[in-house]
């Protein structure tokens, strides 16, 4: 028995934040930003009391409707985000009252920009264990409620969004492998300061401008690259694949530069990379399920399919699915 992705769901938000109007915030230009990350604009969820969950609710509603599933035949919900609208309740749960989801179970994962992955994987034992039959797996996050937008080295790569797919049990295509990893020495290279059980929130954590996040971008980028790409190689080594069988590449949408570095590496043709970076930016836990929702239209059931990401932790790691269905 396996996982299969019967139905996958994206939302953006409305508002588009160009380079242009970022020009005006912060010390940088169109030019600077498109040549060092890929990215022409991000989407920002604007509007006072809104917030994760709100995307959340309008992923889950319009998976239900596509896929012409019942509320109540969802038996669990899995969100992976680091922008839960609160510390808790999770905002999994949130998303299940919104929706009125009233017979599943729910939870949220934080794996920075792995979540969806590790999201994905868990989601899939659910369903391959027999325990549950229709899995909802999001992966979101509204990256701006976390951003300093006078540091141009963060605040020109982020933007809100996300997306979801309903998992059921297949006995043909689905979920096929995980190679899942975690290194905690890397989280001084990128990390929110404040705001936890370390750091808890205080005046002084505000003044210091330490409830955003921080990264060092060089060694991030070092470890993205080696990561992804070793990732992706254990996974066709394990299941005796070669690049020629394997139909789309889904890399983490972090920076252009790393997608192309990632898919030379493993000499990946380009026109089989799913690529969106450009106008959604980097949206941590939403840019896998993004890049699925945006290329349902080209994908045939049979397509073998690896999605890998990198983030902070470190985390990383890839999957291999075969797609359940036809559009």
Known sequence: MRAAITGVQG???DYVLTNKELESMVDTNDEWITTRTGIKERRILKGEGLA???MGQRIVEGLLEKTGTHPDEVELVLCATVTGDMVFPDTANTICHKCGIKNAFGFDINAACSGFLFALTTGAKFVESGMHKKVIVLGIDKMSSIIDYTD?????????GGGGVLLEPSEEEGFVDADLHGDGSGREYLHMKAGGSLLPSSEET???RQHFVYQEGKSVFKQAVNGMANSVKTILNRNHLDKDDINWLVPHQANMRIINTVASSLDF????????IEKYGNTTAGTLPLCLWEWEPKLKKGDNIILTAFGGGFTWGSVLITWAYDA
């Open 11 to 13: 939302y953006v938000p």
């Open 52 to 54: 994760t969950s709100d």
């Open 152 to 160: 141009r080295t963060t605040c020109v790569i982020f933007g809100d």
């Open 206 to 208: 505000v003044k210091n």
């Open 269 to 276: 043709p380009i026109e089989k990379v799913m690529i969106n």
